[in-house]
C-alpha cells in the first residue's frame, strides 16, 4: 500500500495506538507548562495521547486516534523536539543541526515486516523518507517489544512514521504481546523483621518510617528478604529460617496469568522470591488449581505477593480497555 493512499482507502477509520519511548526531559517539553502543550496537541491534533505515570527515566507516551490525528500528533512532536533542539543551541558554538529523534515501541512480531526480506524495507524507507530508521536487536527489558529509533528532519520523520503505520495496519501483531514498562527511579525496597532497607551498593540502608508502614500495610504486614537469602548477604540482615510449604488455590481461568506465555511469568516469580513453585494439572470438574510453594517464610510472603500484585496487574488492564491491545 502506498503510504499516500492511505487516506484515501479508509485509512482514516482505522484506530491505531502507537507508542513512544521518551526521557523526562523529552517528556517535560511535551506537557509543557501547567499541561498546556499537550492540551494543545490533543485539541489540534484529535488524537489521544496519554503519558504513563511514575517516577521513571523513561516514560511511554501513547498516541491512539484514526491515521490522520496520529500523523498530525507527530508532526506536532517533532517540530516541538525540533524548536527545544534550536533553543538549545543559541547557546552553543556548534553550526550543524542534530536531527531530530523519536523512539517508536513496536511489538517484536511486526519488526520482521518493518524490516523486509533482507532489509529491503527499512532500506526503502531510508530512501523515500531521508529518515534514519534503527530497530533494536534486543527486546526491552521484561517485554516483547523492540525499540525502533528514527532520526532526521521533522517532515522525513513525518514520512516515516506514515510508511510504519502502514506496514504495522498491513501485519498486525501475532500473539500476545508484553508491553514494555519502564522502571521506576527509585531503588527497590526489602524487608527483614518488619523493617524496610533499601540497597545501596552491597549494603541494606534502613528505609524512612513512613514509607516502611507503607509497605507494610501493602504487604499484609509479612516481611520478607529477596531471593531467600541463606547467609546474611547483608550487614544487619538475619540468615532465613528453615523451608516450609504454603499452598494456594487458584481459580482455572485467572491461571493463565501467572503462568505467563511459556511460562516467563512463573518463572519471574519463582527468581524473584527464591521460591519453588509447583502448579497442579487441572483436576477433572474442578475449576480450581493448587499452588504449591516451597521455601522460607520470606520467600513464600515474597512469593505470594508478586503473585498478588500480577492480579492486580491483570485486573487493570482488564479496567483499562485502551491497554488491552497492546498486554
Known sequence: MDPTKIQSEGGLNVTLTIRLLMHGKEVGSIIGKKGETVKKM????????????????????????????????FAMIAYKFEEDIINSMSNS???SKPPVTLRLVVPAS?????IGKGGSKIKEMRESTGAQVQVAGDMLPNSTE??????????????CVKQICVVMLESPPKGATIPYRPKPASTPVIFSGGQAYTLQGQYAIPHPDQLTKLHQLAMQQTPFTPLGQTTPAFPGLDASPP????????????IGCIIGRQGTKINEIRQMSGAQIKI???????????ITITGTPAN???AQYLINARFRDVAAMWNDPSSMSTS
Open 280 to 290: 497442579a494439572n487441572a483436576m477433572e470438574g474442578s475449576s480450581e488449581r493448587q
Open 146 to 159: 523492540r525499540a525502533v529509533t528514527i532520526s532526521g528532519t521533522p517532515d522525513a520523520i513525518i514520512q
Open 300 to 302: 513464600i510472603s515474597l
Open 42 to 73: 490533543r485539541e489540534e491534533s484529535g488524537a489521544r495521547i496519554n503519558i504513563s505515570e511514575g517516577n521513571c527515566p523513561e516514560r511511554i507516551v501513547t498516541i491512539t486516534g484514526p491515521t490522520d490525528a496520529i500523523f498530525k500528533a
Open 93 to 95: 558554538p556548534a553550526t
Open 110 to 114: 511486526q519488526c520482521g515486516s518493518l
Open 243 to 254: 523451608a516450609s510449604t504454603h499452598e494456594l488455590t487458584i481459580p482455572n481461568d485467572l
